[in-house]
């Protein structure tokens, strides 16, 4: 989700706001439009679950490869 956020404002695409969820999440989109048009739009806004502590899983069934570096995430 970084690169990707990164990766907007390094090739300047504008959005009033971006949404990012996994491929089996069902969103209630009339709930998220309903939170975000009662929000103050000059204040930054964050909706979900943002665990910071969490590490990413490097062995086992659900492991992650290492990250590529944002350099090459992002070529502009």
Do not use: S
Not at 44 to 56: A, D, E, K, Q, V
């Amino acid at each position: 989700m970084l690169t990707a956020i990164i990766c907007m404002q390094v090739q300047n695409v504008t959005a009033d706001y971006i949404m990012k969820c996994d491929d089996d999440t069902f969103v209630r989109l009339d709930i998220v439009l309903q939170q975000i048009t009662t929000y103050n739009r000059t204040l930054p806004l964050y909706l979900g679950n943002l665990n910071l502590l969490h590490r990413p899983l490097r062995r086992g069934k659900w492991a992650v490869t290492y990250e590529v570096p944002l350099a090459l995430a992002c070529p502009v």
